[in-house]
């Protein structure tokens, strides 16, 4: 496609449950990143993919979040046993170069943990 | 520590008068620095990038300066219009691939 695409664009979940976030980049793009935007705030990272590299994980807020990248393409967040606190925009982006290249993000996924 | 810190934090200004945003950071090594526009319930999107070297671009009524020298950005906004109503976030790349994101200005332009 054209553009970063998310998804789902909403999801409302109960608290304990599982859930999984969609990315597919820009093809070619070999930087991913996750952000978390909770309401009012600004953006809050979390993981960010770099081709084959060892992905940067350092701003997982706890081990109930994990990501992967397949093929070095689509991406999956993952988290497990939802909280109340995980509501939140979770934005993905992509860049054609590491770093210093122009961040081209997705729409996000709207949480919601009741 | 590495820090990007934005003013206002909110502003409310009146359809087609100048405003103007601002940027301070605390970044080593310093790459580059980038202004992004946020819609409400959208991603946010690139507006104008300004390397170490460069101390004023535009991008039609978009007009962002830097000065490296203080470590200050702005981004000046030229006859606002409703659709400007957004979130400004600034962005340092430093060198080696980290992105510094700043908290955002919320703008709000009234008619």
């Known amino acids: 496609g054209a553009g970063v695409s998310q998804s789902p664009s909403n999801k409302v979940t109960e608290k304990g449950k599982d859930v999984e976030l969609r990315c597919d980049p820009i093809s070619g793009h070999t930087a991913l990143y996750w952000y978390r935007q909770s309401l009012g705030q600004g953006l809050e990272f979390l993981i960010y993919?770099?081709?084959?590299?060892?992905?940067?994980k350092s701003g997982l807020p706890s081990d109930r979040f994990s990501a992967e990248r397949t093929g070095g393409s689509v991406s999956t967040l993952t988290i497990q046993r939802t909280q109340q606190e995980d509501s939140a925009v979770y934005l993905c982006?992509?860049?054609?170069?590491?770093?210093?290249?122009?961040?081209?993000f997705g729409e996000g996924s709207r949480l919601t943990v009741l | 520590k590495n820090q990007v810190e934005q003013s206002p934090q909110s502003l409310i200004i009146l359809e087609g008068k100048n405003c103007t945003l601002q940027c301070n950071y605390t970044v080593s090594p310093f790459s580059n620095l980038r202004w992004y526009k946020q819609d409400t319930g959208r991603g946010p999107v690139s507006l104008t990038i300004?390397?170490?070297?460069?101390n004023t671009k535009s991008n039609g009524r978009y007009t962002a300066t830097l000065d490296a020298d203080t470590k200050q950005s702005s981004l000046h906004i030229t006859a606002s219009q409703l659709s400007d109503s957004a979130s400004y976030i600034c962005v340092v790349s430093l060198q080696g691939g980290k992105l510094i994101f700043g908290q955002g200005t919320e703008l709000s332009v009234k008619p």
């Open positions: 982006a992509s860049s054609l170069t590491q770093g210093t290249g122009e961040l081209f």
């Open positions: 993919f770099q081709g084959n590299s060892a992905p940067d």
């Open positions: 300004m390397t170490f070297s460069e």
